[in-house]
């Protein structure tokens, strides 16, 4: 029965170029959440999805990033033109349905801006 | 808005020690309150969870009692292990729709044999 799948595991970007994380929930679930834990903090939300809906983004930053999950296939955030700042861990988690808890995470993406 | 304290760390123990991470959070509503642990390396597994004021949450030796009156949830457990050791986040899931969790900012236990 396998969780949440995040790829890469590790990812490393040059400042300008364009970062893509990759989520598959966990079996039967269609929502999906993404969370970034900077070094030495907690996990801070960042945006909500439901298969081809965006629900809450009110973590995003207003530019440069994006999320999407399509009918088929993973959900995937998309940094654009990276910076060192964007260093960090990107946790994805899922849940079968809106308002079901507890939500359950992903091993992470660690992305390294050099 | 909501919002989640936790103690800061690291906390380092002896084994068969006894452990209490304070947590206290601000919210609005009626969350449902969370701890979730995180070893090296991974992502965070949830340890325990209480939806409602009064309720204990129990998982591993670990406990946490879900207090209205102090705006608490405190984690304990009675006698650690060196395999104990990580980072432990509390959590609140906001009301009504439970979509998404506050975190606080961690807590690192070592725990030395």
């Known amino acids: 029965n396998a969780g949440v799948m995040q790829n890469p595991r590790h990812l490393v970007r040059r400042r300008g170029q364009e970062a893509r994380l990759r989520c598959s929930p966990m079996?039967?679930?269609?929502?999906v959440y993404w969370y970034r834990q900077l070094p030495e903090e907690g996990l801070k939300f960042m945006v909500y999805?439901?298969?081809?809906?965006?629900?809450?983004e009110s973590g995003m930053p207003k530019e440069r990033f994006s999320a999407e999950f399509p009918k088929e296939g993973p959900s995937i955030l998309r940094i654009q033109q990276v910076v060192r700042g964007d260093s960090a861990a990107y946790f994805c988690?899922?849940?079968?349905?809106?308002?079901?808890?507890?939500?359950?995470f992903g091993d992470g993406t660690r992305l390294s801006i050099l | 808005g909501d919002s989640v304290t936790q103690m800061e760390g690291p906390v380092t123990l002896s084994e068969e020690a006894f452990l209490t991470i304070n947590c206290t959070y601000t919210?609005?509503?009626?969350?449902?309150l969370f701890w979730y642990v995180q070893y090296p390396g991974e992502g965070l597994q949830l340890l325990l969870k209480?939806?409602?004021?009064?309720d204990k949450g129990s998982n591993k030796g670990f406990e946490a009692t879900y207090r209205k009156e102090t705006t608490s949830f405190h984690l304990e457990k009675g006698s650690v292990q060196v395999s104990d050791s990580a980072v432990y986040f509390c959590?609140?899931?906001?009301?009504?729709?439970?979509?998404?969790?506050?975190f606080g900012s961690g807590t690192k236990l070592n725990v030395k044999p």
């Open positions: 959590a609140l899931s906001d009301s009504p729709n439970f979509n998404k969790f506050y």
């Open positions: 988690a899922s849940s079968p349905d809106r308002g079901s808890q507890p939500q359950h």
């Open positions: 919210a609005t509503g009626y969350p449902s």
């Open positions: 999805l439901q298969k081809e809906n965006i629900i809450d």
């Open positions: 079996k039967g679930h269609s929502h």
């Open positions: 209480a939806t409602k004021a009064d």
